[in-house]
């Protein structure tokens, strides 16, 4: 069956010029004409920006120099990217296979991937066997939300904090949990952070937004204190707010009002995209570390996290991702990250969480391995705070029986 590609926007992704113009021309030949060419990470992500992201289909070669085709896909999830992609590597199979993992792990629609030197054939028969499952033939964006909407829900009080528990793995003991913010939506129920949180960074909202989730959590934080729960609350702060010169007064001036200590909090910093200007970043986070406010880096390993901020920021705790965490013990490739970033930690002597334990497998390799701390579904999925009480009696209950299988 002949199907009308003209329709479908495709972004090539290559450093090397060669692989662009032979791409093109292959893509040409099957009829798909609105091809954009992009060079870099950087320059296709500026692409995406400025169109709003509208490419239906993304070829991305994974190895290239400045940002590769891994980092390249964390930052597609951050956009919420919709439509299909392509890998093409001349890597070995291995690899490719690992990676093609990570994507489906972050839910993009993989075609497929296809090795180099890239036969027309294939990507004519990956090409139209997505198309053929699409319906009406055409990518159906999801729900985006306006920067009017997301500001009227902050000052309505519309978004809530959940929270996750981070416990340690030797003892079960809970030593702290995770605030995730979700938006109550009147019309579609609960509004996870990965639908509005790009969007607060894009159109200002990130500073308020963070304030009223910190004030949230600093409240909450007092009254478990008050009923004598003593692990730390943390809580994501996105390098938008750091670059903001006035944020580690404005936390100080909030734990001093609420009444809680700094050292009673962690902020997990994310990168969600670069920053202009990296030393008002590190000026914010020395002083919170001053402060005694403990810091974490979130999601090591992806973005653009990278041993240099490390050496210079005073980091108590680092967080393996997710994607190197579940089923990292049957995966050599994920078990060579999730050892590095172990590796890491205890050399600079500072506690590692692994993120997105979903199982017992996972739960006994990290005590296998030697991570002080554990967080994921495994151990509870995010809950609101009344669940906790709850929560904490179940959990007691099966520390045993997850302490039993020998070392
Ligand atoms: P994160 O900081 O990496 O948070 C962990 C995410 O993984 C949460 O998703 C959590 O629900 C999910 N998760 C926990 N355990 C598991 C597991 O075992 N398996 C899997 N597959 N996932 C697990 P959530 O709540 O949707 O949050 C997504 C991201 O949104 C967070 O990633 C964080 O970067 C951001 N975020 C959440 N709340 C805030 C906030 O208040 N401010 C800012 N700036 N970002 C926030
Ligand atoms: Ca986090
Ligand atoms: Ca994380």
Same mark, same amino acid.
């Given at each position: 069956?002949?199907?009308? &590609?003209?329709?479908?926007?495709?972004?090539?992704?290559?450093?090397?010029?060669?692989?662009?113009?032979?791409? $093109?021309?292959?893509?040409?030949?099957?009829?798909?004409?609105?091809?954009?060419?992009?060079?870099?990470?950087?320059?296709?992500? $500026? *692409?995406?920006? %400025?169109?709003?992201?509208?490419?239906?289909?993304?070829?991305?070669?994974?190895?290239?120099?400045?940002?590769?085709?891994?980092?390249?896909?964390?930052?597609?999830?951050?956009?919420?990217?919709?439509?299909?992609?392509?890998?093409?590597?001349?890597?070995?199979?291995?690899?490719?296979?690992?990676?093609?993992?990570?994507?489906?792990?972050?839910?993009?629609?993989?075609?497929?991937?296809?090795?180099?030197?890239?036969?027309?054939?294939?990507?004519?028969?990956?090409?139209?066997?997505?198309?053929?499952?699409?319906? *009406?033939?055409?990518?159906?964006?999801?729900?985006?939300?306006?920067?009017?909407?997301?500001?009227?829900?902050?000052?309505?009080?519309?978004?809530?904090?959940? /929270?996750?528990?981070?416990?340690?793995?030797?003892?079960?003991?809970?030593?702290?949990?995770?605030?995730?913010?979700?938006?109550?939506?009147?019309?579609?129920?609960?509004?996870?952070?990965?639908? @509005?949180?790009?969007?607060?960074?894009?159109?200002? &909202?990130? !500073?308020?937004?963070?304030?009223?989730?910190?004030?949230?959590?600093?409240?909450?934080?007092?009254?478990?204190?008050?009923?004598? &729960?003593?692990?730390?609350?943390?809580?994501?702060?996105?390098?938008?707010?750091?670059?903001?010169?006035?944020?580690? !007064?404005?936390?100080?001036?909030? $734990?001093?009002?609420?009444?809680?200590?700094?050292?009673?909090?962690?902020?997990?910093?994310?990168?969600?995209?670069?920053?202009?200007?990296? =030393?008002?970043?590190?000026?914010?986070? %020395?002083?919170?570390?001053?402060?005694?406010?403990?810091?974490?880096? !979130? !999601?090591?390993?992806?973005?653009?996290?990278?041993?240099?901020?490390?050496?210079?920021?005073? @980091?108590?705790?680092?967080?393996?991702?997710?994607?190197?965490?579940?089923?990292?013990?049957?995966?050599?490739?994920?078990?060579?990250? /999730?050892?590095?970033?172990?590796?890491?930690?205890?050399?600079?002597?500072?506690?590692?969480?692994?993120?997105?334990?979903?199982?017992?497998?996972?739960?006994?390799?990290?005590?296998?391995?030697?991570?002080?701390?554990?967080?994921?579904?495994?151990?509870?999925?995010?809950?609101? @705070?009344?669940?906790?009480?709850?929560?904490?009696?179940?959990?007691?209950?099966?520390?045993?029986?997850?302490?039993?299988? =020998?070392?």
């Amino acid at each position: 069956m002949m199907i009308d &590609l003209s329709h479908v926007r495709v972004m090539v992704l290559d450093d090397e010029p060669f692989m662009l113009k032979l791409l $093109a021309r292959i893509l040409g030949n099957l009829g798909l004409h609105q091809v954009t060419l992009c060079d870099s990470g950087q320059a296709a992500l $500026a *692409a995406l920006d %400025a169109q709003e992201m509208v490419s239906d289909l993304i070829l991305c070669d994974l190895n290239m120099p400045t940002m590769d085709g891994v980092q390249f896909v964390r930052q597609l999830v951050d956009r919420q990217y919709q439509g299909g992609l392509i890998l093409v590597s001349g890597e070995d199979d291995r690899l490719l296979q690992t990676v093609e993992k990570l994507v489906r792990a972050h839910r993009i629609t993989l075609l497929g991937s296809l090795g180099k030197p890239v036969s027309p054939d294939a990507l004519a028969t990956l090409i139209s066997q997505w198309i053929q499952l699409q319906p *009406a033939h055409l990518p159906k964006a999801a729900k985006t939300y306006h920067a009017e909407d997301l500001a009227l829900a902050i000052n309505d009080s519309k978004l809530v904090n959940h /929270y996750q528990p981070k416990v340690a793995v030797a003892t079960g003991q809970v030593v702290g949990v995770e605030t995730l913010v979700r938006w109550e939506h009147s019309d579609d129920g609960l509004v996870y952070p990965d639908r @509005f949180i790009r969007l607060a960074e894009k159109h200002g &909202l990130i !500073d308020e937004l963070t304030r009223n989730v910190l004030a949230n959590a600093f409240r909450q934080t007092k009254s478990w204190r008050r009923a004598g &729960l003593g692990f730390r609350v943390a809580v994501n702060v996105s390098m938008d707010c750091l670059a903001s010169l006035d944020f580690p !007064d404005f936390v100080m001036d909030l $734990a001093s009002t609420v009444g809680i200590a700094p050292a009673d909090i962690v902020l997990e910093i994310t990168e969600s995209r670069q920053i202009s200007d990296i =030393r008002f970043v590190l000026d914010s986070l %020395a002083r919170l570390s001053l402060m005694r406010f403990g810091l974490s880096i !979130d !999601d090591f390993g992806t973005g653009y996290s990278t041993l240099a901020q490390l050496r210079d920021i005073p @980091f108590d705790e680092l967080k393996i991702d997710q994607s190197f965490v579940h089923r990292a013990w049957t995966n050599k490739t994920l078990r060579a990250l /999730y050892d590095t970033s172990l590796g890491l930690a205890k050399q600079l002597d500072i506690d590692a969480v692994a993120e997105g334990v979903e199982d017992r497998q996972d739960w006994d390799f990290l005590r296998h391995t030697g991570c002080k701390l554990a967080q994921g579904y495994f151990i509870s999925r995010p809950m609101h @705070f009344d669940e906790l009480p709850g929560w904490l009696e179940e959990w007691q209950e099966r520390v045993p029986d997850l302490l039993s299988t =020998r070392l």
